[in-house]
């Protein structure tokens, strides 16, 4: 049976009693969406809880400095806004509608005990929903936030920078042998197309971008830095108009570089 002494607890272990009072609780928010051939459909939602585990551990260290509380993970959800991705199998999405009602009624029930929730987003189709529904959140007074898992150096979807990722988190997931390039134009370029027809009227296989030049030790890499970036909000950062948790600037770093 875990005790409560430690800086990360793992919400699925514990009993009720064991639930501390003031913790602030982070739930990974994902999606159930294609990758293209060579990554699963749970990449999302694998990147998301794996950097929520991992920034707990930075988080709880300047927690527990500051003399503040205790730091959960809640279970990761699954399904997000993934609607551009049904062109092909296996997507499983309930829309930005049913999103924000989760996400807005999650809160509230983690709120009736504990101090402060952050999402820890690794979806891009789920950004809407949850502006919509952490702003209606603090509208009502509740201590609620969410962060990306995102870095400058991300490619649209399924190439290098996923791929990458996952050869470092889950290189078994990742099958080499199929991985293609897709549609590599900027997403500017594409970005009517992608809202009109979705991403299968781009990408046949589902990919933009190429996950060809992808390697471990890239992944390493952009991990570190993803990792670092949501502990930084999670510490230091304030709340924009979206309710996203914004990065604050290193020591000697100008505020416009940020």
């Known amino acids: 049976m875990p005790g409560t002494d430690r800086s990360v607890l793992i919400l699925d272990d514990l009993t009720w009693p064991q639930v501390p009072e003031d913790a602030l609780v982070l739930v990974p928010i994902g999606s159930t969406e294609q990758h293209g051939p ?3 459909l749970s990449t999302d939602t694998s990147v998301a809880a794996r950097a929520a585990h991992a920034a707990a ?11 503040r509380g205790p730091v959960l993970l809640a279970p990761a959800l699954p399904y997000g806004a993934s609607g551009e991705h049904q062109g092909f199998a296996g997507t499983v999405s309930i829309g930005t509608e049913a999103l924000v009602v989760v996400l807005i009624e999650l809160a509230r029930s983690l709120r009736l005990w504990a101090g402060s929730v952050v999402f820890v987003n690794g979806h ?4 809407m929903a949850l502006s919509r529904a952490v702003t209606q959140l ?6 609620v936030a969410w962060v990306p898992c995102a870095n400058g150096h991300a490619d649209a979807h399924a190439g290098h920078t996923e791929t990458s990722l996952l050869l470092h988190l889950a290189p078994e997931k990742v099958a080499v042998e199929l991985a293609e390039a897709g549609d590599v134009r900027p997403i500017g370029e594409i970005l009517a197309e992608l809202i009109r027809s979705g991403v299968r009227g781009v990408s046949a296989n589902g990919v933009l971008g190429d996950p060809r030049t992808a390697d471990a030790e890239a992944g390493r890499e952009l991990w570190q830095e993803l990792v670092a970036d949501v502990a930084r909000r ?6 924009d108009a979206r309710g996203c948790l914004t990065a604050p600037a290193a020591i000697g770093e100008p505020a416009e570089s940020r």
């Open 38 to 40: 060579h990554l699963p």
């Open 57 to 67: 551990e930075l988080i709880a260290l300047g927690r527990r400095d500051a003399g």
């Open 124 to 127: 891009g189709g789920n950004v």
């Open 138 to 143: 603090r509208d009502e007074g509740h201590d």
């Open 234 to 239: 999670v510490l230091g950062g304030q709340g």
